[in-house]
């Protein structure tokens, strides 16, 4: 049985041989500036021994972590397996991240080296030397150099071994870097592969495609190593293309697709077309679909959008999905666990809360080892860790309800934390920033509900002087200078004071309710044309 992601790929592909592992459509590589076409396994197996030799020979070895800022290229994957064949951690970095994110992801990752895009490169060494930890920043077409800190002894690794490092915003400040094991990679392929009813994965003969980030475990953990584990082929963009979507997904010929909330909305809004029905798509998998739009949008194109539940912490091993019948289309069911899913709904003192009273869902494994597939711990957190097991259930912070019949639907996110168009964004993360402009004496930060994006950031702002619409945007674009553009106010309104307890921290039940009511009196400025991504 094999025990890590390189083992696994390694045995698919001298198995698979000339089939087709990863698809680049002409669109992406022209955006990408690579190749067009499908790499067969054949083909990436040379190219990851390739790098697995080179690595190797400058001392890549167990305990090093590298860092991967490469968008959805196929060149994530190559260095991904050669690194995990030696023992390696990798570090998927977002490509929204700016300067103070940077700084801190390598410092606290500890980090010995970057394999990154051309462009990047000058920030991320910046952002490395001001973080104390100067590590050799390369692109793909430079020689390897050796690893910051010296070198180490390679190893096969197993399913305990750390096969990467996930950074995920929380509901506290900084991101928490999730460490996930090997056996969390290889049980999410598996989960995929055997789960079954509507989600009916054939050997040797699928295509996915998905515009999701490598940078997240759905792409990461849950698409790459579904196709990985059948033999099947991924075709992965650059992201959601609402007007090329359908042409990609016949050019890729895909039998299945991966989707968030976003999506079906914006592809709902698009002029109904006799090509709608025109592809090869047996089902989508994910989550967050409008339920006023999940009954029109099969009826329009002809295949079930599966809502599913799971987060970067529970990894396959707590997934839960709507992939048998019925699936109460339009209530935001996303379906019952599994018998190997234990779940708890309490309410706030921690009480089974009643059948169709909303309350926190906990989950944890069933059987002797509750976090099986499961994330290993927050690094260098055990206090974060130990507070999400707290009782031996995993905490999630989503607030769900289950009906009579036991299936769970979901209702919200707890307080103050903003999903954004699939991103999770932590309110304390955002203040913190922009506590730091000189025309900001206080900031607070909450959501707001976004017809597009699910929810949309809105910050109130006690200002220094000068309130107004110009030092809206201002804010606005210094803010994304400093942080991801996702995390950037889309509105902004000024006040003469904000909600405080008594310890003079944000109130945040009172600071969502003041949200709502200046949003109703139209105080926001609307600064959302703004945010964009930074090139």
Not at 320 to 336: H, L, M, Q
Not at 433 to 443: D, E, F, K, M, Y
Request: with cysteine; charged share 25%; hydrophobic share 40%.
């Amino acid at each position: 049985m094999t025990a890590t992601v390189y083992a696994r790929f390694r045995e698919t592909a001298l198995r698979r041989g000339e089939a087709g592992f990863f698809n680049v459509l002409p669109e992406t590589a022209g955006i990408y500036g690579i190749a067009a076409g499908e790499i067969s396994y054949r083909a990436m197996l040379d190219r990851v021994e390739h790098w697995r030799s080179a690595l190797a020979s400058q001392g890549y070895g167990e305990g090093h972590r590298v860092g991967l800022l490469l968008q959805n290229r196929p060149v994530f994957i190559e260095l991904w397996f050669a690194l995990n064949a030696l023992g390696v951690s990798v570090v998927p970095i977002n490509p929204d991240l700016r300067m103070s994110e940077l700084e801190y992801i390598i410092a606290h990752s500890e980090m010995n080296a970057a394999f990154v895009l051309a462009e990047r490169r000058d920030e991320v060494e910046t952002a490395a030397r001001q973080a104390g930890r100067p590590i050799p920043v390369v692109t793909d077409q430079d020689d390897i150099p050796a690893p910051f800190g010296g070198a180490r002894p390679a190893t096969a690794g197993d399913g305990a071994s750390e096969c990467a490092l996930l950074y995920t915003s929380g509901t506290t400040g900084q991101p928490k870097g999730c460490v996930l094991t090997n056996t969390y990679f290889l049980h999410s392929g598996n989960w995929y592969r055997d789960v079954g009813g509507l989600i009916d994965l054939k050997p040797e003969g699928e295509r996915m495609i998905t515009p999701l980030p490598l940078f997240h475990m759905n792409a990461m953990a849950v698409s790459l190593m579904a196709m990985l584990s059948v033999g099947g082929s991924l075709t992965m963009l650059d992201r959601f293309h609402p007007r090329t979507w359908w042409a990609s997904v016949r050019d890729s010929r895909a039998t299945c697709l991966h989707y968030l909330g976003v999506m079906p909305s914006m592809l709902m809004s698009a002029p109904a077309s006799e090509q709608d029905k025109v592809h090869t798509v047996r089902f989508g998998f994910g989550a967050g679909v409008d339920k006023l739009l999940h009954a029109p949008f099969e009826q329009r194109f002809g295949f079930p959008l599966l809502e599913a539940w799971a987060m970067t912490e529970t990894g396959s091993g707590g997934v839960i999905a709507a992939n048998v019948e019925p699936r109460k289309i339009g209530t935001s069911c996303f379906g019952r666990p599994a018998p190997e899913v234990d779940v708890r709904i309490v309410d706030d003192s921690g009480h089974e809360a009643p059948v169709g009273t909303p309350g926190e869902l906990l989950v944890r494994r069933a059987g002797a080892d509750p976090r099986y597939g499961f994330f290993r711990e927050y690094l260098k957190n055990p206090e974060a860790t130990a507070e999400a097991w707290d009782g031996g259930w995993l905490h999630t912070g989503d607030i769900v309800s289950r009906d009579a019949d036991g299936d769970l639907h979901f209702v919200d996110r707890k307080k103050n934390v903003i999903r954004r168009s699939g991103e999770n964004i932590a309110a304390v993360e955002v203040e913190s920033v922009l506590n730091r402009h000189p025309a900001i004496r206080q900031a607070a930060v909450a959501a707001t509900p976004d017809q597009v994006r699910g929810d949309e950031v809105a910050a109130v702002i006690i200002a220094e002087a000068g309130a107004g619409r110009a030092l809206a945007e201002e804010v606005v674009r210094w803010s994304l200078e400093q942080m991801a553009y996702y995390k950037a106010p889309g509105w902004i309104c000024f006040v003469d004071s904000l909600p405080l307890t008594a310890t003079e921290k944000i109130q945040r039940g009172g600071l969502k309710d003041l949200v709502a009511k200046l949003m109703s009196d139209g105080a926001f400025f609307d600064l959302r044309d703004l945010k964009k991504r930074q090139v």
